[in-house]
């Protein structure tokens, strides 16, 4: 392997990297996750004010976060949003509801297909004469 002095190996590092957007990055992150948690606190004052204790309505809260994230996850607006937003939709509960949705959907996409593959219906009656068989022998 040939050897390259370091302010070589630097510019070519330099050159190959992405230059990082971060001016626009980080109060874009700031905006959109505090966004969300002010949505989710919005709907704390509402479920208190439908008459829900403190407990209940956080509860509520989480779950409806939840039932959102996953919601948009499946109509592919969420990672819309994430690829603006960056880490600010990754923080608050919704991101973590988002990485269990994606790829339970991209599972089921795959399993259709699979199973679009498979023409011929399952033909059990030798596995069921087996088992009746060896559930036989046993009782004698």
Do not use: W
């Amino acid at each position: 392997m040939k050897s390259m002095p370091n302010t070589e190996y630097q510019k070519l590092v330099e050159k190959a990297s992405p230059n990082t957007r971060s001016i626009r990055n980080i109060p874009m992150a700031f905006l959109v996750g505090g966004a969300i948690c002010a949505f989710g606190q919005g709907l704390l004052f509402l479920y208190q004010e439908l008459g829900l204790s403190a407990e209940n309505a956080g509860t509520a809260v989480s779950v409806t976060l939840i039932f959102l994230s996953a919601l948009t996850t499946g109509l592919n607006v969420y990672d819309k949003l994430a690829k603006h937003a960056g880490a600010g939709t990754l923080v608050p509960i919704t991101g973590f509801a988002n990485s269990v949705a994606a790829p339970a959907l991209e599972f089921k996409s795959e399993e259709r297909d699979i199973i679009a593959l498979r023409q011929k219906p399952l033909n059990l009656g030798k596995y069921v004469d087996l088992v009746q068989s060896i559930l036989q022998e046993g009782e004698s």
